[in-house]
């Protein structure tokens, strides 16, 4: 199909040139084509084909090559190239929508400087060649101009292709990431409560007989750690069975639930957010409440009762979250510094998992004992979307020279399309003048470019723009009725100045709103260019018309049936508009249906896993925990041992089947998606 795509219009090309010249010359039996002339236009079209076909992968050789094989056909026939020179346009418009600005800002007037060249060879030199180099600057940046709208539209496609490729990324790996997150939750779980209950209490059997005391120490101990261990589980169950939504709610009030949920299990936490009204959300807020989570686990793993605080900065101006978490070191409510289990037990995963949170966006974290040793602290920095690091990343952001122009507010969002088209506009009417009376280009020019300078914003204030157009047109009228321009100059600026008025129905249609409330643009335009003329000719005609006094009545005739005249032309510019918006606004919804599709489906599948997950703790895992309780309370050792140990099998079990890993010949399903919309 790429193929067909790049060959179809050169193809096309060369074959209505063939039967244009020397087809029908041939077919007049011309004598003047002969077998040389013959061989050269079949040549320069297989050469001229050859070069187009190229232009998708080298578009400014393409268009350099096509230059060059017009020049070369000078010897021929002015008829042998007519078809043949739009191939310079074709080329130009792939180098605008393939290659970056500055390479368009260069070949165009390379191109257009050869053609004027090839123009002054083939006419002769005077209005002729100059009226053809300036059609010729005309159609070049309105090709320029259309080609760097079309570059902008595929650049955002493919941004929204890449967003969308990378949310599947993440939607397939969400369960296998869940499972990974929640291996590190509940290792030190397994790793250390469950064993070392079974430890003390294996130790104690061996031992009854010699030191009947470790018995009471071990059921003492088993008992504590139980409810210890089944309230961290349940704790973990609670927090795995929340809803998908919940994950989207500000970071400040899942801390709040979250440190509310903490105070129920013996924590003092104090939370404190600031700004306040700072609505956190996304993958920083994530980070932060996953590491705000961890800190009071560990508290409440070593050093229940204490009082925690929790303190979050969000940077209102980069975007940087700032995460603080404090607690006294009170360990069983009795105040001791950092109690020396916090510094023997655990495996280190809970903080080597808030660490690695961090760093995957960028920031830092440091946890461990607070400067006056009564407690512990743990102190994370993330970088937000806007921060430096994350804008060093973005390649394809604005060069040294858009920077400082985005610096000027009027010139935002400006491309070089606008200033194409712009130009382009203000260029006609000047053309016109040139043809028909040469001498007063310059006094044209300043209506003719403050007519089309509005267009520049067309697409930022598109009803703006129109009633800017529409009120520099009646620039003419009163320039003729002041005496400053002629008669003839002044109908050429109107009536060539006609295409800036289409440009800003466009500009409506497409930009300004849905196809039913722009639709009374078609009659605003339409009478607004009828009565600009009307007042050309009013002014044209002033001192007949005061001796007339019926004339009045005929000039009102002729600007309604002008008016009427305009609305096929202005309807069908803002039609074409509305359908450009219609079509785009099409493709935007089905790229964010589509992302939002494959997001959801991602949390819902993270979801689904936590809550698979939380089944199985709550079906094996917590029933022993409990069972555990229940017999260190009712001073069964043996059975202590035993359900601890059961516990600690069943929990082993889970986090092999978390970390297994997923076999090489395993495809993860793919759910289907809708298919795109063909940009």
Same mark, same amino acid.
């Given at each position: ?50 070069? !187009? ?31 043949? #020179? ?95 997150? !929640? ?36 059921? =003492? ?10 309230? %961290? ?5 609670? !927090? ?7 994950? =989207? ?7 709040? @639930?979250?440190?509310?949920? /903490? ?24 980070? %932060? /409440? ?23 900065? %969000? ?121 028909? @009376? ?43 009725? /002041? ?51 009307? #007042? ?36 069908? /510019? ?82 092999? #089947? ?22």
């Amino acid at each position: 199909m790429e193929r067909i795509r790049n060959w179809l219009l050169p193809v096309l090309t060369a074959a209505l040139q063939l039967a244009y010249w020397p087809g029908r010359a041939l077919r007049e039996d011309d004598p003047a084509v002969g077998a040389v002339q013959l061989v050269a236009a079949l040549t320069a079209a297989a050469a001229l084909t050859a070069a !187009l076909a190229a232009r998708r992968r080298r578009p400014v050789a393409a268009a350099l090559a096509v230059e060059v094989v017009l020049i070369a056909c000078l010897p021929l026939p002015q008829d042998a190239t007519l078809v043949h #020179a739009l191939g310079v346009l074709i080329a130009l418009y792939s180098v605008a929508v393939r290659c970056p600005g500055r390479t368009a800002a260069v070949v165009g007037p390379v191109l257009a400087v050869c053609e004027a060249g090839r123009s002054v060879l083939v006419l002769e030199p005077g209005v002729e060649a100059a009226g053809e180099a300036a059609v010729n600057c005309v159609l070049f940046l309105t090709v320029v101009g259309l080609g760097r709208s079309r570059r902008r539209w595929l650049a955002g496609r493919r941004t929204a292709a890449r967003d969308l490729a990378r949310a599947e990324s993440e939607r397939a790996r969400a369960a296998l990431t869940e499972r990974e997150r !929640l291996a590190r939750e509940l290792h030190d779980v397994s790793a250390h409560h469950l064993t070392s209950v079974v430890v003390t209490a294996d130790a104690a059997l061996r031992l009854g007989d010699r030191k009947p005391e470790l018995s009471a120490q071990a059921l =003492e101990f088993a008992a504590d750690t139980g409810r210890e261990t089944s309230a %961290a589980l349940y704790r973990l169950v609670a !927090l795995m069975r929340t809803s998908a939504a919940d994950e =989207e709610s500000p970071l400040g009030e899942r801390v709040a @639930e979250l440190s509310a949920g /903490f105070a129920r299990l013996g924590l003092h936490p104090a939370v404190r957010v600031a700004p306040e009204a700072a609505p956190l959300t996304g993958p920083t807020a994530e980070a %932060a /409440f996953a590491i705000v989570r961890e800190a009071l686990t560990n508290a409440l793993r070593y050093a229940p009762g204490s009082t925690v605080r929790i303190h979050i900065l %969000a940077g209102t101006a980069d975007g940087t979250v700032d995460v603080t978490v404090e607690d006294d070191g009170a360990a069983g409510g009795v105040p001791g510094g950092v109690p020396a289990a916090r510094q023997r037990l655990g495996g280190g995963r809970g903080t080597v998992g808030m660490r690695e949170r961090a760093t995957a966006l960028g920031g830092t974290l440091a946890a461990g004992p607070r400067p006056d040793g009564a407690g512990w602290a743990v102190r994370a920095h993330l970088p937000g979307a806007t921060s430096p690091l994350h804008r060093q990343s973005a390649h394809h952001g604005p060069g040294p020279l858009h920077q400082r122009a985005l610096r000027h507010r009027a010139l935002r969002g400006l491309d070089l399309s606008d200033g194409a088209v712009a130009l382009a506009v203000a260029t006609l009417p000047v053309f016109a003048v040139v043809v028909e @009376e040469p001498t007063a280009v310059a006094l044209a020019c300043g209506p003719a470019v403050a007519h089309a300078l509005g267009l520049l914003w067309r697409r930022r204030a598109p009803w703006a723009v129109l009633c800017a157009v529409l009120a520099t047109a009646w620039l003419a009228p009163l320039g003729l009725a /002041f005496g400053l321009l002629s008669p003839d100059v002044a109908l050429c600026l109107v009536v060539a100045g006609a295409v800036a008025e289409c440009v800003a129905v466009y500009a409506v249609g497409a930009f300004a709103g849905p196809a039913g409330v722009t639709w009374p643009v078609i009659g605003a335009a339409a009478a607004g260019l009828s009565l600009s003329c009307l #007042a050309l000719a009013a002014a044209d005609g002033m001192a007949q018309l005061a001796e007339d006094g019926g004339g009045v009545g005929l000039l009102l005739f002729l600007g309604a049936v002008v008016g009427v005249a305009f609305l096929p032309p202005m309807a069908a /510019f803002w039609g074409l508009g509305a359908a450009v918006r219609t079509r785009r606004e099409r493709v935007r919804a089905w790229e964010d249906h589509a992302l939002t599709a494959t997001v959801w489906s991602a949390v819902a599948e993270a979801h689904e896993e936590r809550r698979r997950i939380a089944v199985e703790l709550r079906g094996q895992v917590l029933r022993h925990a409990d069972a555990v309780v229940a017999r260190a309370e009712a001073g069964d050792l043996g059975g202590v041992a035993t359900e601890a140990r059961a516990g600690l099998s069943a929990m082993r079990e889970l986090l092999a #089947a978390l970390r297994e890993v997923t076999a090489p010949g395993d495809v993860p399903e793919q759910r289907p998606h809708p298919q795109p919309v063909p940009s």
